[in-house]
């Protein structure tokens, strides 16, 4: 059953990507505002992982098997902002090449959770029991990039703060 919610959440993820059309070809490229794009897009991955370094409450004990998972975090990002770019400079591309650059991107995406899941299961067996369960909260609401996908799909209860829904849990 996860691994099928987690393939919906890809899917439901990636539909913006697939949905995107290419600029028009007169329209140039502002290349002033893609290493902001850039900048921007690692400064998101940072403060996620900033956050969940915060919300596991990650002790000085765990920081190797952290690092090793927030590096990740980090490559995936840039695979993928580097993907993203790559589609949205594309122009002219026919329907079979847009599905193309979605695979790919889907693939990549694919790809890059087997290698976080492969981080942070010596993280997770590291935890203790409330740490788990802050991670299990957090996790559930939206995988490790975030709520994103359920808040804007109005399901769950992405508006409720982990450590509130991992305290609801400890209480059942």
């Known amino acids: ?10 899917a439901v993820s990636m539909g913006g990507a697939f949905a995107q059309t290419a600029a028009p070809a007169s329209a140039p490229e502002n290349t002033a505002s893609a290493p902001a794009a850039k ?17 596991l409450k990650i002790t000085p004990a765990q920081e190797t098997q952290w690092k090793a998972f927030a ?4 490559s995936n990002g840039e695979t993928m902002g580097q ?6 400079a594309a122009t ?10 979605y695979a790919t991107i889907a693939q990549a995406h694919a ?10 299961d010596p993280l997770y ?18 995988g490790p990039e975030g709520g994103r996908h359920r808040e804007h799909h109005g399901k769950g ?16």
């Open 1 to 10: 059953m996860k691994k099928a919610l987690v393939m919906l959440a890809t």
């Open 111 to 120: 790809d890059g959770m087997k290698k976080l899941v492969d981080a942070f």
């Open 71 to 74: 590096d990740v975090m980090r």
């Open 92 to 101: 002219n591309v026919s329907a079979l090449d847009d599905m193309k650059q």
């Open 125 to 142: 067996a590291s935890l203790s029991p409330e740490q788990k369960k802050l991670a299990d909260a957090t996790f559930h609401h939206g």
């Open 83 to 88: 993907l993203f770019h790559q589609r949205k």
């Open 39 to 55: 900048a921007g897009h690692e400064r998101n991955v940072e403060d996620r992982i900033a956050y969940l370094h915060a919300q």
């Open 157 to 172: 209860k992405a508006d409720k703060p982990a450590a509130e829904a991992a305290s609801d849990a400890a209480a059942k």
